[in-house]
């Protein structure tokens, strides 16, 4: 104990054990700090773990194939019959049945429709197309983001690291050569439907299949909740009835999201006939899952306006309506938005109840309104998560990402309202 | 209470006035198992044709019978998908709700692997074997009943090595689980000529002792997703998985089968039922929908085609393994019949 505490007026009583109290503060803030640091690293590591295996999905390989122009000519827009022979012609050796069969296994079920384009095109400019590029298969895609050198090269051949053959091996690695070989970004991965052939799945309809159900979510809970939260928080009486309710909403908010699945297929599909699969009813069932919350949320925010703001206009001659419309709602708002995004961001999310109500489905038409089958982003996830084909993993941590996106997007909005126009008081 | 009248009632509205007409679009429901093979051939047939692509539900073969015995209005699903034949009391349940003529499409068959990792010890199991290793009782030594204790494979046959006995295995819910079940278990039971006997004598007693997977650690229930059992087994070389033939098909670089009785898990095998735990693959129309529903018939057409389901057809490069061509023809040109008719 230094000489100047000793010294010092402070109580005997109040210097004793000051060092042991410092450091306990000290161990509280390293214990604080290292709780955090873990989920960060939690965090970190999901997302990397998930961005390496993910961002794959976002490229795509493209093969090209020189045309013969006495071919073109020969085809009469038949693109199948053109595919197939300039594939033939293209790749050494695919004469026999079998390698016929490999050749054509290097392109996507795509190509066809992408050189009916060209065909489409050439037709219309009067010009006539040197080349053609197309979609490789899901497997040659895998094999040429893992390198085609490490895989012809590879000790064990019988291991089956790739499903391809040492012909079809030969025939990319002399493709890429030739310089017939790119990799491009995978557009298609945003805006295609769902499909079973993983190089042309796409999240269109999963993130159309979102955004409507949101929006049928948002409109449904937020002008609900925040009615009923003005409703209980500034009119309704306070006595046992609405001491009841507010125990109700409460326990709704914690009730699993499953049981509102089941009540959506019992009300909304059994007892109104709406369309199963459809976003209308994936997104009133969300907004039943979200009314809980946005109720809960709202009251908050009007709570924390401070009782002067009331007196102050019904001290002017505002009517109640009047002082809680124009004074007391424009301030509680920001806090009240807040809370329907981070409402909407768990409802993004959701699983549990669209299965339910069959928008866990095979869905390959992206939806055009809220009546279409529709399906959404964890839905796809969950979908793509159980496919045998090595392929789909790829695009399935890619969909998380894209997951991952919207929600920080949409919780990041949320921190933005709040800091512009949250009021201190 | 009062705020779910309130968002129901304004659903209400919303809704008013939208049709519910979807007589345009096929729905189906049904097994996990067919199901990656039902959407292959929906997506084509939406691609090729200018019907709108069906929508494909994978509820399980159990759950799938529910929904498309519930009626026969345009609502209830078209078809359901099954990796077992239609049971008497699904029939019965359709029976009561007016679903009366229903329209059995066999596809072709899948094998059920016992597969490790590729680095892992190369496994060969009788069915027997299966039995003494996942059955809940087994016969004892003096031939009586008794708890099944063994805790490696050398306790179940003193050929195979003195591995912990670790099996990830899908939950009761499943198809494939109901097969492995009925197929292996059942014939590795069977074996023993006084269980054999006791099928005549108490049925329900055989099925319990056939039938039961044991409850402690040495079989694991895995969930349905099979490619978390592939990727598990990757990490646990000691482990052993149970699954469809199309997953390892596709994961053929990280896993390998086990084989059974002495016979390889192989495309050939299973397709000429030397291998033993292999069970056929359906789907089920509803007749009443064939005129209803529009493009029904041309799918069903689509699915049987040799394009799909023969045995070059684009199936089974997804792992489908193909009837052979006179049972094919046979039993098609029956569904064809009652298609167009």
Same mark, same amino acid.
């Given at each position: ?425 | +209470? ?320 193909? +009837? ?18």
């Amino acid at each position: 104990m230094t000489d100047q505490l000793k010294n010092s007026p402070l109580s005997a009583a109040s210097v004793e054990g000051l060092g042991r109290r410092y450091r306990a503060e000290k161990r509280y803030r390293f214990i604080g700090f290292a709780a955090v640091a873990a989920s960060l690293g939690f965090l970190a590591f999901l997302i990397i773990a998930i961005g390496f295996q993910g961002v794959g999905a976002f490229f795509k390989t493209d093969l090209r194939f020189d045309l013969d122009p006495a071919a073109v000519q020969d085809s009469g827009g038949d693109a199948f019959g053109l595919l197939r022979s300039t594939i033939r012609s293209n790749l050494e050796g695919a004469s026999s049945r079998r390698a016929k069969r490999q050749a054509y296994g290097l392109v996507s079920s795509e190509a066809e429709e992408q050189m009916q384009a060209l065909l489409d095109a050439a037709a219309e400019t009067n010009t006539n197309p040197q080349v053609v590029w197309v979609s490789a298969s899901a497997e040659v895609d895998l094999a040429v983001k893992a390198g085609i050198d490490a895989l012809i090269n590879a000790q064990d051949k019988d291991a089956g690291l790739t499903r391809l053959s040492d012909q079809q091996l030969r025939w990319i690695k002399t493709l890429e050569q030739n310089g017939a070989v790119r990799t491009r970004f995978n557009l298609g991965f945003l805006i295609n439907g769902d499909s079973r052939d993983a190089e042309r799945a796409g999240l269109g309809g999963a993130i159309m299949g979102s955004l409507f159900t949101l929006l049928i979510c948002l409109v449904l809970s937020f002008f609900v909740g925040v009615m009923a939260a003005i409703y209980l928080e500034e009119f309704a009486p306070k006595n046992k009835w609405t001491s009841f309710l507010e125990i109700n909403i409460n326990n709704l908010a914690s009730v699993p999201s499953i049981i509102f699945g089941l009540l959506g297929l019992a009300v909304f599909l059994n007892a109104f006939g709406l369309a199963r699969s459809s976003s209308l009813v994936g997104g009133m069932v969300l907004a039943l899952m979200t009314l809980p919350t946005i109720i809960i949320a709202s009251r908050v925010s009007l709570q924390a306006v401070p009782p002067s703001i009331r007196e102050a206009a019904l001290g002017l001659g505002a009517t109640r309506i009047q002082a809680i419309f124009h004074h007391v709602v424009p301030l509680a708002l920001p806090g009240m938005l807040t809370g329907a995004i981070l409402g909407m961001a768990r409802a993004l999310g959701e699983t549990a109840p669209l299965l339910m109500i069959g928008m866990v489905a095979f869905i390959a038409d992206p939806p055009s309104s809220v009546m279409d089958p529709a399906t959404a982003l964890p839905v796809q996830v969950f979908l793509w998560s159980d496919s045998p084909e090595r392929a789909f993993a790829e695009k399935t941590s890619g969909a998380i990402l894209v997951l991952i996106l919207f929600l920080i997007l949409m919780n990041s909005v949320a921190i933005l309202l709040r800091k512009k126009f949250e009021k201190k008081w | +209470m009062i705020l779910k009248l309130v968002t129901l009632g304004l659903a209400l509205s919303v809704t008013t006035g939208a049709s519910y007409a979807d007589e345009d679009q096929i729905r189906i429901v049904g097994s996990s198992t067919v199901y990656p093979f039902s959407t292959v051939v929906a997506e084509r047939f939406g691609r090729n044709t200018p019907y709108k692509t069906p929508i494909i539900e994978s509820t399980g073969t159990g759950g799938g019978f529910k929904l498309f015995c519930a009626g026969n209005g345009v609502n209830t699903p078209s078809v359901s998908n099954a990796s077992r034949a239609v049971k008497s009391s699904e029939v019965a349940l359709c029976a009561k709700n007016g679903v009366k003529d229903i329209i059995e499409v066999k596809v072709g068959y899948d094998g059920i692997v016992m597969a490790n990792a590729r680095n892992a010890f190369d496994y060969s199991f009788s069915t027997r074997d299966i039995f003494l290793a996942l059955a809940e009782q087994v016969p004892g030594p003096d031939g009586a009943l008794v708890k099944n204790t063994a805790r490696t494979w050398k306790d179940v046959n003193s050929a195979l090595p003195n591995t912990k006995i670790e099996v990830l295995g899908p939950p009761p819910t499943s198809g494939t689980r109901d097969a492995f079940v009925e197929l292996a278990m059942e014939s590795g039971c069977k074996t023993f000529p006084n269980i054999k006997a006791l099928k005549k004598t108490d049925k329900k007693a055989y099925k319990k002792i056939c039938h039961s997977i044991r409850e402690d650690h040495a079989f694991i229930e895995a969930g349905e997703n099979d490619n978390l059992i592939v990727q598990r087994l990757r990490a646990n070389p000691d482990a052993l998985g149970i699954f469809g033939f199309s997953f390892l098909d596709q994961n053929s670089d990280t896993v390998k089968a086990a084989k059974i009785n002495g016979v390889q898990a192989t495309f050939e095998n299973i397709s000429d039922g030397s291998y033993p735990i292999s069970r056929p693959l359906f789907f089920y129309v509803k007749a009443a929908h064939l005129n209803k529903v529009d493009g029904l018939g041309e799918f069903v057409a689509e699915f049987v085609s040799d394009k799909a389901t023969g045995e070059d057809g684009y199936l089974s490069e997804r792992g489908l393994i193909p +009837m052979s061509s006179d049972e094919r023809h046979t039993l098609n040109s029956k569904v064809l019949d009652a298609v167009s008719k």
